[in-house]
């Protein structure tokens, strides 16, 4: 199909996605934006959220995503993050742990918490639990 774009998702530790498809919509520094074959070069930064690609003749694929960044050419998408998930392979329960533990340390009023670090962590997993929810 020539109005297709190949992507490529990439997480720290393997490659999560490969594959051709006609859009996709990512979670950039400044907010989602949507890719077509054609579309302008662009280097953008990578938020925490989710991907949606509409692959070729087949339903849309989502993943949880995390930092990183994403090189848009006009036929192609490389898309380097952190963390990079597929619905299917989130763990629900460790999703649902990692937020009780994130909203916990928010509630301790230590100077020893990281509250930073726990809101990342809280962002992150319900993230996680979103994309599985819309995945149904």
Wanted: glycine residues 6%; without cysteine; hydrophobic residues 45%.
């Amino acid at each position: 199909m020539e109005h297709a774009i190949e992507i490529e998702v990439v997480a720290a530790d393997r490659k999560v996605y490969s594959g051709r498809a006609v859009s996709l919509m990512v979670p950039g520094g400044s907010g989602y934006f949507g890719v077509l074959h054609g579309h302008a070069p662009l280097i953008s930064t990578l938020a925490v959220g989710e991907v949606t690609i509409t692959p070729v003749d087949e339903p849309p694929v989502l993943l949880a995503v995390s930092a990183g960044f994403v090189e848009v050419t006009p036929d192609r998408v490389t898309i380097l993050a952190d963390t990079a998930e597929l619905a299917e392979e989130i763990d629900v329960q460790r999703a649902r742990q990692a937020r009780e533990r994130a909203e916990a340390r928010l509630r301790e009023r230590t100077d020893e918490i990281d509250y930073q670090r726990a809101e990342a962590a809280l962002t992150r997993a319900i993230n996680r639990l979103r994309v599985v929810e819309r995945r149904g």
